[in-house]
């Protein structure tokens, strides 16, 4: 197939070259993205009089047309053409004949890739945006059925302090209402159009970037043709975006894999969700969870490879950053894979309360209460510290928790100990006592909920 760029050179290149350099198998996702960019530009060529007006409005049919025929399935990509952009072109000078040459006056394949992965990489945030905002919503929906089930808090995942499901899970809400602030930052920075900017030195036409900028929903314009071109950072920024997102999947891929593992078993997946063993037909495998935590490397390797593409680049456009989209494509459908298979496992998976509840009673995770009463008798706190300690070895040796523990055998470690020493320690107490905002008593939790749906529904 003769090459549009054909003209210095015959455009006769070796089949290896055109294979190697081909990039329509994965840049055909932005055909729709493509027409609707050059059908902006055909309109402003028509109103400024670079074309007749009878020649935009053909070519704004002839590119409907072929829109027409994307979206049906008719058409479909062909292999031999180079490129989406050249694609398009060739199909649609097919259907109008001479004019769809003209449709190129005033632009290069250089502004015009620019345009198309922004475009692109815009209606991507919009969907990922959208798949965060219904994991929150599961997660917060979770959250408030579990506000008040009593789970061991962990550091050094050491049980640590008394707190409530529907509060660590919220721990993950706010984690994903961050991300959707990341995303939406990054598609007010991206959305500005390059069109325009040409091969990287403007246009002689009398062209009206901002014309063509407005028909597309940009907010403006690049303000300087070489940077319109050779500008990637969106395509860096959203993928940092999406590596930090799939960091936080991959946190609660963890707790998953570990809540529903039998040493923990307080959550139950559901069959929907899970795999047997080939041989071992007791097993009930958390593979999805699993797969997302593996996959978050992969995102992390595609926003490795965009920084290696771009960092020793001279400007203004080079053929390297051909490779900006496979990255970035693979980035994005990881993310629009992993979200929708976690909502559904939130929203089925079984929570054994009492499982949690038991976890709580045995590993002494009221120590910083006991700590805190003794406070409250008058005691410095390093004192009641070191007491509260001396409290729970004593357990440990006997047997005992600190729920049952005798109360001669608090006073004997501390004669200020009373009876009300079983309420101080009482796990539910416990959690009622963090009043503090943002804290694991259940008004904390609500309020949170509350504050999150808020943000969900903006």
């Given amino acids: ?89 060739q199909v649609l ?54 506000k008040g089930a009593i789970l061991p808090g962990y550091t050094h995942l050491q049980r640590a302090q008394p707190i409530t499901f529907g509060h660590h899970l919220m721990a993950y809400v706010m984690m994903l209402l961050r991300d959707r602030e990341r995303l939406a930052d990054c598609a007010r920075r991206m959305n500005v159009s390059p069109i325009g900017s040409c091969a990287l030195a403007g246009t002689t036409f009398d062209t009206d970037r901002r014309f063509e900028a407005e028909r597309l929903g940009f907010d403006g314009v690049c303000r300087n043709s070489v940077d319109g071109v050779s500008d990637r950072d969106f395509c860096v920024e959203l993928a940092a975006d999406l590596a930090i997102l799939m960091m936080h999947l991959s946190r609660l891929a963890e707790e998953t894999v570990l809540w529903s593992s039998w040493e923990f078993r307080f959550i139950e997946l559901s069959d929907a969700f899970t795999t047997g063993s080939s041989i071992m037909p007791q097993k009930k495998n958390p593979d999805m969870a699993e797969l997302v935590r593996g996959k978050t490397g992969r995102v992390y390797g595609d926003l490795t490879a965009l920084l290696t593409v771009l960092k020793g680049l001279p400007l203004a456009y080079n053929k390297d950053m051909q490779e900006d989209k496979e990255s970035i494509f693979d980035a994005c459908d990881t993310a629009r894979a992993c979200l929708p298979v976690f909502t559904g496992m939130i929203r089925t998976m079984t929570v054994r309360t009492d499982n949690m509840r038991a976890a709580a009673r045995t590993g002494f995770i009221n120590a910083t209460d006991l700590a805190d009463y003794l406070v409250g008798k008058g005691l410095p706190f390093r004192t009641a510290y070191k007491i509260a300690g001396q409290v729970v070895a004593e357990c440990m040796r006997t047997g005992h928790v600190l729920e049952d523990l005798p109360l001669e055998r608090y006073r004997a470690h501390c004669e200020l100990a009373d009876g009300d020493v079983y309420a101080a320690v009482d796990l539910e107490a416990c959690v009622a006592r963090r009043i503090s905002e943002g804290g694991t008593s259940v008004p904390s939790v609500e309020a949170q909920i509350r504050w999150a749906r808020e943000q969900l529904a903006r």
């Fill in 1 to 89: 197939m003769a090459k549009l760029w054909a003209g210095l050179t015959d455009g006769a290149t070796d089949a290896l070259a055109d294979d190697f350099n081909s990039s329509i198998g994965f840049d055909f996702r932005m055909v729709r993205q493509d027409i609707r960019g050059s059908m902006a530009h055909a309109a402003m060529l028509g109103a400024r009089g670079i074309l007749s007006a009878d020649e935009a409005e053909t070519l704004i049919d002839g590119l409907q047309s072929v829109l027409d025929d994307v979206e049906s399935g008719a058409l479909t990509a062909d292999p031999s053409c180079e490129d989406v952009h050249m694609f398009v072109e």
């Fill in 93 to 146: 000078t097919e259907r109008v004949g001479e004019v769809g040459k003209k449709l190129h006056t005033a632009r290069s394949r250089n502004d015009q890739v620019a345009l198309d992965i922004r475009l692109t990489l815009r209606d991507e945030i919009d969907g990922i945006s959208a798949l965060a905002a219904e994991l929150a919503s599961a997660l917060t929906d979770r959250a408030e059925e579990f």
